[in-house]
């Protein structure tokens, strides 16, 4: 596809329930990353993979976070026994190479969870 | 603690005005600094992405400007449309530490009326 790609755009998901939030970068970027934005806030890293290797997963918040990249493209995010304060929105981002020259990241839509 | 604060946290302008958002950040060493603007409901696009060595850097209605020494940044939008509603986020990279650590502002919502 053109550009990064999310899914689903929207889940509800109950207090304890399992989700899986799914990231399509685009095609043959190296970096993805994933970020939590909570409403009104800017978006806070979770983790980050170049190629398959996950190589920061410092902004994980607690252990029910889990994230994946096993063939080095499509990525996951699992969060697990969700609490209230796990909704937000989860924005995915690839980026051609490594970023840490002025290499652009592109943002998908974001998945909105809201946890009731 | 490395921080990026932005100013004002909202912002209404007419049609056809200029404005001017400000960003300051702590993060040192410094990298780079992009201005990314978020519409409602979508992720953020890059608008303009600075090194430390460069001062200003347009992109159509949008002039950023980068003070390295000050650690201040600016995002000037001119001739405001009605499009340009959203939030507009400044985001610094350090050096060192994790490649995928950039430092986010809360961003500024500018809303432009008719």
């Known amino acids: 596809g053109a550009g990064v790609s999310q899914s689903p755009r929207y889940k509800v998901a109950k207090r304890g329930q399992d989700v899986a939030l799914r990231c399509d970068p685009i095609s043959g970027h190296v970096s993805l990353f994933w970020y939590q934005q909570a409403l009104g806030q800017g978006p806070e890293f979770l983790t980050y993979f170049q190629n398959e290797a996950q190589l920061d997963k410092s902004g994980l918040p607690s252990d029910r976070f889990f994230a994946e990249r096993p063939e080095g493209s499509v990525s996951t995010l699992k969060i697990q026994r969700t609490q209230q304060e796990d909704s937000a929105v989860y924005l995915c981002a690839s980026s051609l190479a490594r970023i840490l020259g002025p290499n652009e990241q592109f943002f998908g839509p974001g998945t909105r969870l809201t946890v009731l | 603690k490395n921080q990026v604060e932005q100013s004002p946290q909202s912002l209404i302008i007419l049609e056809g005005k200029n404005c001017t958002l400000q960003?300051?950040?702590?993060?040192?060493?410094?990298?780079?600094l992009r201005w990314y603007k978020q519409d409602t409901g979508r992720g953020p696009v890059s608008l303009t992405i600075m090194t430390f060595s460069e001062n200003t850097k347009s992109n159509g209605r949008y002039t950023a400007t980068l003070d390295a020494d000050t650690k201040q940044s600016s995002l000037h939008i001119t001739a405001s449309q009605l499009s340009d509603s959203a939030s507009y986020i400044c985001?610094?990279?350090?050096?060192?530490?994790?490649?995928?650590?950039?430092?986010f502002g809360k961003g500024t919502k500018l809303s432009v009326k008719p």
């Open positions: 985001v610094v990279r350090g050096l060192g530490g994790s490649q995928g650590n950039l430092i």
């Open positions: 960003c300051n950040y702590t993060v040192s060493p410094f990298s780079n």
